[in-house]
């Protein structure tokens, strides 16, 4: 098996470069990443990750928390409409991982209900990184506390070491309702959630922009607490045989 000693001299460069290569630093130019790359290709070098990961303390492991507030496994979720719009994040979140030489990982517990447990789990396993899905506030507290780099979607988390990123939901539903509009459709129902979900409140607020900017004065019979799922939209506005029917 080939050591890196000797991707280093068949890269013409110091075993430090090899190193830093392979862990993606800014400190190596492109010239001699490129040499280094392609004598690990001649060489069949696999370099030791696990050694990799206990010399830098962390891992080139991406966690991925998919919603696991109860004891299900998480990718059970994905079964609910609500969670369809994840399904696209995942995609570019594996691509963009595999482009910068990183692997994600889906605990497949909820490792108990405890969040410090979760958290615990997390530093075990030398994470680089936690990237969290709509969770809980406990959860959130117990990561931004926590000495793991963390961006949360769509929950609002600040430190240190994490950050977030939220959906436009006003100008999503104002987009999804000029749509409509256009179409000349006037009867706009809208489903907006639990009173509490923040996100149901924009996007009425958004729907209602877009109705107030076309001269049309919106039907609040119209507008429905529901879920977010498809059985629970149509039983919300009435049209449960509807959806039976359409299941037929």
């Known amino acids: 098996m080939a050591m890196s000693k000797e991707v280093a001299r068949l890269a013409g460069v110091s075993r430090t470069t090899v190193s830093r290569a392979l862990n993606g630093s800014a400190r190596v130019s492109d010239e001699a990443r490129t040499r280094v790359h392609a004598a690990i290709a001649a060489l069949g070098y696999e370099p030791d990750v696990v050694a990799q990961s206990l010399v830098r303390q962390r891992s080139r492991v991406i966690a991925v928390n998919l919603f696991p507030e109860d004891d299900e496994l998480p990718l059970s979720h994905f079964r609910q409409t609500e969670r369809y719009f994840y399904l696209g994040l995942m995609e570019n979140m594996e691509r963009e991982a595999i482009s910068l030489g990183y692997d994600l990982l889906l605990p497949s517990r909820p490792h108990g209900k405890l969040p410090e447990n979760y958290v615990r789990s997390l530093q075990i396993r030398r994470v680089a990184g936690c990237i969290v899905f709509h969770t809980a506030e406990s959860r959130i507290q117990a990561l931004i506390h926590s000495s793991i780099p963390t961006v949360f979607i769509d929950s609002v988390g600040q430190e240190r070491l994490a950050t977030y990123v939220k959906s436009d939901n006003i100008d999503g539903a104002r987009q999804a309702t ?71």
């Not at 256009?182 to 923040?198: E, N, S, V, W």
């Not at 996100?199 to 729907?207: I, P, Q, V």
Request: glycine share 10%; with cysteine; charged share 20%.
């Open 178 to 248: 000029e749509h409509l509009l256009a179409f000349g459709h006037k009867r706009i129902a809208l489903p907006i959630g639990p009173t509490t979900d923040l996100a149901g409140l924009e996007r009425l607020l958004g729907c209602q922009q877009a109705m107030a900017q076309a001269g049309i004065a919106p039907d609040a019979s119209l507008v429905r607490q529901s879920g977010w799922n498809i059985h629970e939209t149509y039983e919300a506005h009435g049209l449960r045989n509807e959806m039976i029917t359409r299941k037929q």
